[in-house]
């Protein structure tokens, strides 16, 4: 815990940095405050995220404001149902004057990447972006290239009962560590909104932060301190989904059927890390965990017949879940 006071200046930096970076953002985004600061947080705890709403909801603006301010190679690609493994990573082309088969890279080999609608393109699709977002990596033939850090995925859903779309396997939505649901902004913002839209030619966004920057924020996060009553709350929370009666939570027993699993015990920590250093804290509280849960866990449950008869919904169970769980 001292050497988390001795850094207490630099995360106090790093977190002002990132409200710079709120701010520039603002300049074009009038609502959604919700999905820009997971937008962070995703960011800088160097994982996935999933962003799912309706069509016309600045999903897109909003992660393209965010790239703007940032000195990161970006690439958006956008799904569709007749796109191809090979439209993604890329693929071998014969060279006729070398008479060999040349490596032609495509959108993937960015550091940033926006993957628009994902949920439209099929599964082969699918699974030639899961290996580079699991393992950081993309094999083209019988090569395999490394991704350039950072290498970070920022996708958007159209939802599921929308015409024309596929269900995202649930594999694939375990390596996403936030998934955000974008609400329509009220009366106020909505206005608010148009206004900035008739004005957006004349408002220019500043770089706020180099890879520098970044890779210097994302090294603190990894020194942010956890507590072990921290590790023993957050254990509780993931074996709560899988054994609630154990918790004396009843009503749960027969609404899960696929339990979170601990890749979602390293995505609270390390999301409830970042919360804590845009805090100014150089340690993780109770609090950090309950603010992002929801956004962590509700993706990666699955849940029973007996719950979607009863209209539960994940979000109502994870919240049901932080309440009963008692704070070591």
Do not use: C
Not at 61 to 83: A, C, E, G, V, Y
Request: aromatic share 10%; charged share 25%; proline share 4%.
């Amino acid at each position: 815990m001292t050497k988390n006071l001795d850094i207490q200046n630099d995360i106090i930096n790093a977190s002002n940095k990132i409200k710079e970076l709120k701010n520039e953002i603002a300049k074009k985004i009038v609502w959604q405050s919700e999905m820009i600061d997971s937008l962070l947080i995703w960011f800088f705890a160097q994982w996935h995220i999933l962003v799912e709403g309706v069509p016309w909801l600045a999903k897109t603006l909003t992660i393209d404001t965010l790239s703007k301010t940032l000195d990161l190679w970006f690439s958006r690609i956008q799904f569709t149902p007749d796109l191809l493994p090979s439209d993604l990573i890329g693929t071998e082309i014969y060279n006729s004057k070398t008479m060999d088969f040349d490596i032609k890279k495509w959108p993937i080999f960015n550091n940033f990447i926006l993957a628009d609608e994902i949920n439209r393109a099929p599964s082969k699709v699918q699974s030639a972006l899961l290996e580079a977002m699991s393992e950081k990596q993309v094999t083209i033939w019988k090569d395999s290239f490394i991704l350039d850090k950072p290498f970070i995925v920022l996708a958007t859903q159209n939802p599921i009962e929308q015409t024309g779309t596929y269900k995202l396997p649930e594999a694939q939505l375990d390596r996403f560590m936030l998934k955000v649901n974008v609400d329509y902004p009220s009366y106020d913002e909505e206005k608010e909104m148009y206004k900035k839209i008739l004005w957006s030619d004349n408002e220019n966004l500043n770089k706020i932060m180099d890879k520098k920057d970044i890779f210097l924020i994302q090294d603190l996060v990894k020194k942010v301190f956890i507590s072990e009553s921290i590790y023993d709350y957050v254990t509780n929370i993931i074996d709560a989904t899988r054994n609630p009666s154990k918790y004396n939570i009843w009503e749960l027993e027969t609404y899960i059927s696929y339990w979170a699993s601990p890749r979602a015990w390293l995505s609270l920590l390390n999301a409830s890390r970042v919360v804590a250093l845009m805090n100014e804290r150089s340690f993780v509280i109770p609090e950090d965990i309950k603010k992002i849960a929801i956004l962590v866990l509700s993706h990666r449950i699955v849940l029973s017949y007996e719950a979607m008869a009863s209209e539960k919904t994940e979000k109502e169970i994870i919240k049901n879940i932080i309440e009963k769980i008692n704070i070591v």
